[in-house]
Nanobody, 127 residues
Framework: KVEVLESGGGSVQAGGSLRLSCEFSGATQDDYAMGWFRQVPGNEREGVAC????????FYSSSAKGRFTLSREPWQKVMFLQMANLTPEDTAMYYCAVRRGVRHTTMCSTFDRATVWGSGTQVTVGS
């Protein structure tokens, strides 16, 4: 069974930075795409940054572009999201997810039963 674990959330003042980490385990194949998503209560979950199963292209949402950086060594089961210049609008629960055999854009735009989610890590940005 594939399991996903995020870490690194917390509270920071506007303009600050945070680094999120994600690691998945239990996979017997190595063709997993990985992605970061976020959700605030009452809103839909949105894709923030995703990398496809074969890399290296990365999708960034419009709000993440220029401020967030996703990194993942090829074929590795660990991924990071470096977030800079945070604003209160970035406050959300951040989730890591993995899914086999999809491209970066598909990973961030479509969800299905094959997607495996972590339990999330809270990011709170004060004004």
């Amino acid at each position: 069974k594939v399991e996903v674990l995020e870490s690194g959330g917390g509270s920071v003042q506007a303009g600050g930075s945070l680094r999120l980490s994600c690691e998945f385990s239990g996979a017997t194949q190595d063709d997993y795409a990985m992605g970061w998503f976020r959700q605030v209560p009452g809103n839909e979950r949105e894709g923030v940054a995703c990398i496809g199963w074969s890399g290296p292209d990365i999708f960034y949402s419009s709000s993440a572009k220029g401020r967030f950086t996703l990194s993942r060594e090829p074929w590795q089961k660990v991924m990071f999201l470096q977030m800079a210049n945070l604003t209160p609008e970035d406050t959300a629960m951040y989730y890591c997810a993995v899914r086999r055999g999809v491209r970066h854009t598909t990973m961030c735009s479509t969800f299905d039963r094959a997607t495996v989610w972590g339990s999330g890590t809270q990011v709170t940005v004060g004004s």
